[in-house]
């Protein structure tokens, strides 16, 4: 499969893992996060912080995206936050670069690198081996009028049709990676879950650790996330963002997208709150199932008060 190269791993002197934190939305990651960096930090190991979250890359997109504010870090180095505008597309292939550059001077410091977010490819992109393939601007211009023409749902029944893992995995409302995964079965005559990045072996030594919850009990914390979104004033986030323009990515973000339509008269807030509400839980659905394939997880519960010392001991092994 023709591509981009990953980054090289970086150098093993150190011996210190990737620690990863991922899960569904709501199940508490951020705060799991910043708990074990405190505790390494403070037992001589100093831990930084790297999203894994697509949507966080964002500047100004904070209360769409749960977005710990700067002064809730507790000292502890962020990186990869607020490195886009809304009018840029982000990318996986960017982001995996980007992020290999990041851990490795993280390593290299000696420190421990804690990557935290549920984009489950951006994820996967970072911690296996994953080579991207490459694209053709005619086969790309020809789906891409097919979207402008027909809207994501055709797209979608299309790779519902010849690789339907893939159309859960993407979902029927997200065209940018409907029409990626079309160019790429072209191209490579394969399945696109099939160039997804394998659980089999980690790019570099890493600890996985997933956070999970029941499912009513998430629910119920997920929709009461988004009631909160609109009484934290997500519609004057959306209105200053609006005259710095929002890509496709980022106009399309589940909440974002909502409060664009409301904002333009199209739907009454109380549909605005509950189709962002059933998208939450829909893509929650659709985290839970991406991170359960991986067999080097160690799963934890949101609500064990021991988690912390779970994690470490994963961690210490």
């Not at 004033?233 to 399309?252: C, K, N």
């Not at 409301?262 to 893509?283: C, D, F, N, P």
């Amino acid at each position: 499969m023709s591509g981009t190269a990953p980054a090289p791993a970086p150098a093993e002197g150190s011996g210190q893992p990737i620690v990863a934190v991922v899960g569904a939305t709501g199940t508490g990651k951020s705060a799991l996060a910043l708990d074990l960096a405190e505790r390494l930090t403070s037992a001589g190991r100093p831990a930084e912080i790297v999203n894994a979250d697509a949507m966080q890359l964002y500047r100004g997109m904070d209360i769409g995206t749960a977005k710990v504010p700067e002064e809730e870090r507790r000292g502890i180095p962020h990186h990869l936050l607020d490195v886009l505008d809304p009018a840029d597309e982000a990318a996986v292939a960017w982001y995996q670069a980007q992020t290999r550059r990041v851990l490795g001077e993280i390593l290299g410091r000696g420190g421990v690198p804690i990557l935290v977010g549920g984009s489950g490819l951006y994820v996967s992109s970072v911690l296996f081996d994953f080579r991207f393939p490459g694209t053709d601007p005619e086969v790309r211009a020809r789906l891409e009028d097919a979207l402008e023409t027909h809207g994501p749902g055709m797209l979608h029944r299309r790779l519902v049709a010849v690789d339907p893992e893939a159309a859960s995995a993407i979902g029927p409302r997200n065209g940018r990676r409907l029409v990626r995964a079309l160019e790429v079965i072209e191209l490579t005559g394969e399945p696109f879950g099939a160039g997804l990045p394998s659980a089999a072996e980690f790019w570099r030594p890493a600890v996985l650790l997933g956070l999970r919850a029941p499912r009513a009990e998430l629910v119920r914390a997920l929709d009461a996330r988004v009631e909160e979104m609109w009484r934290s004033g997500i519609l004057d986030e959306v209105r200053t963002l609006m005259p710095r323009g929002m890509g496709s990515t980022a106009s399309r973000a589940i909440g974002y997208a909502q409060a664009l339509a409301q904002l333009a008269g199209e739907v009454e807030e109380r549909e605005a709150i509950e189709s962002t509400a059933a998208l939450t839980r829909r893509y929650a659905r659709r985290q839970v199932g991406w991170f359960s394939r991986y067999p080097q997880i160690q799963w934890l519960s949101w609500d064990d008060p021991s988690r912390v010392e779970t994690a470490l001991g994963r961690l210490d092994r």
